[in-house]
């Protein structure tokens, strides 16, 4: 018998959708989707079927796709189907299969409902499988976010079967007499989900009979832990993260005053994806030299002076850098400058490079954009020109002429327009003991 009061309470309890909302399922045609779309239509819901044929097990994947299609089609609901070649994108893209079947899954199901004004997109995942979820996370690492494992709601996405375990859905299946395919591939212990499905939780039960139920309280517990840890974080925001035109200001003294230090300042840096190392990176560098820099995919951090500042990557303000002698390498922009020195005094004709005389160079050095009047003495030359006449001789691109980087000394000269032209005034002589040596690489 269908547990449609369960299945009722549970919706209700998560608030996972109202009365009107439309859902788009995700059917498989195994057990539980097809159990999700029988409780779905029972209840009166507006649904629709969508299912995703990945091209991984040949006339099986074929056979699942033509049972849901004739299952959707038995209940008069919309049916929608996608082909994928996912072992081409795991390749392309270099990812496991498994990584790039759920890449491709979700965002065609947000295609599919946008699309069609589907409210809310349901998967059919359960207890046991939000025990997987949470023993996956533990052997990779994770934080509080992966103790919770799978939630009742995220966004868009419900899965309103959390209120029942394999072993219940089994019972149900049979029962009823309900028809569904079997995926060959969920009894190859090749995968890690599989490997604790079939080899470590049947372990775990012998110990702890009720393993769902401990699972199923535990992860309420880590959630309104979370819930809790994201509203102080959320306060803690508003009070030290500073918002300006070209960035995120962080002083470098609220953060050494933050307690416990590392979780807090993972959790005030999570909105701009910076990674748990990279982090640890930042924080043992609060002393480092100004213009040290720290990456994630979408953002880069800067130390400047008394501040963190955050910065999109692909913002177009680039902020002044900092170099000082010991300063390995800088980053600017979609530059990367290295320095290094020698005492061999030599020259090379390498617009990438600078050979400048060290003992000219008065530090921290500057690394910025052209600014209106900037002059330099172009190598080779006796009087100054101005870095826009030169160039517009250099027919040099706008969009190129306002991210040239330009390496400015402490005295206010300009050193180098870097990739283009390093100043007269610093180039090598007989009397030059020491050789200061940058480097242009594009990032």
């Known amino acids: 018998m269908l547990p449609l009061s369960q299945f009722q309470d549970f919706i209700k309890k998560n608030e996972l959708f109202t009365s009107g909302n439309r859902i788009l399922l995700a059917v498989s045609g195994g057990k539980d989707s097809v159990l999700m779309m029988l409780l779905f239509k029972t209840l009166g819901v507006d649904i629709g079927v969508a299912h995703c044929n990945f091209g991984l097990r040949a006339d099986e994947a074929q056979r ?137 939780i049947p372990h775990l039960q012998e110990i702890n009979p009720n393993l769902e139920k401990t699972f199923a309280e535990n992860i309420t517990r880590f959630t309104s832990l979370e819930n809790f840890l994201d509203l102080q974080v959320a306060k803690l925001r508003t009070e030290i993260i ?71 990557k692909n913002a177009n303000t680039v902020l002044n850098q900092f170099i000082h002698p010991l300063t390995a390498k800088t980053y600017f922009g979609d530059y990367t400058i290295s320095l290094r020195y020698s005492t061999e005094i030599k020259f090379e004709v390498d617009v990438t490079k600078a050979f400048v005389n060290a003992d000219k160079l008065i530090f921290p050095l500057v690394l910025r954009k052209w600014q209106n009047g900037d002059k330099f003495i172009p190598l080779g030359m006796r009087l100054p020109k101005k870095v826009s006449n030169f160039f517009i001789d250099e027919k040099v691109p706008l969009h190129l002429k306002h991210n040239t980087p330009i390496l400015v000394n402490g005295n206010g000269e300009i050193v180098w327009i870097a990739g283009m032209r390093q100043d007269n005034r610093y180039k090598l002589t007989t009397a030059t003991k020491k050789v200061a040596i940058f480097e242009l690489e594009n990032n």
């Open 242 to 312: 500073l918002r300006k035109v070209d960035g995120w200001y962080i002083s470098l003294a609220e953060i050494a005053k933050l307690n416990p230090q590392k979780l807090l300042l993972y959790e005030l840096l999570k909105p701009f994806h910076f990674a748990a190392n990279v982090v640890e990176e930042i924080l043992d560098s609060l002393s480092a030299v100004s213009g040290t820099h720290f990456f994630s995919l979408s953002h880069q951090a800067i130390i400047n002076r008394n501040d963190l500042v955050i910065v999109e």
């Open 64 to 200: 699942d796709e033509n049972f849901v299609r004739l299952l959707a089609d038995a209940h008069d609901l919309p049916f929608y189907v996608t082909h994928f070649e996912t072992k081409k994108y795991a390749a392309e893209n270099k990812i496991s299969t498994q990584m790039a079947a759920r890449i491709l899954r979700y965002a065609w199901f947000e295609e599919i409902r946008v699309a069609n004004q589907y409210d809310c997109i349901a998967l059919a995942q359960h207890q046991s499988d939000a025990i997987e979820t949470v023993l996956i996370n533990l052997i990779r690492g994770t934080g509080i976010s992966g103790l919770h494992g799978i939630l009742p709601k995220r966004d868009r996405l419900i899965r309103p079967l959390l209120f029942l375990n394999r072993e219940q859905i089994n019972e149900i299946i049979e029962e009823d007499n309900i028809a569904f395919v079997e995926d060959s591939s969920n009894l190859s212990t090749n995968y890690t989900r599989n490997k604790l499905r079939l080899q470590v």
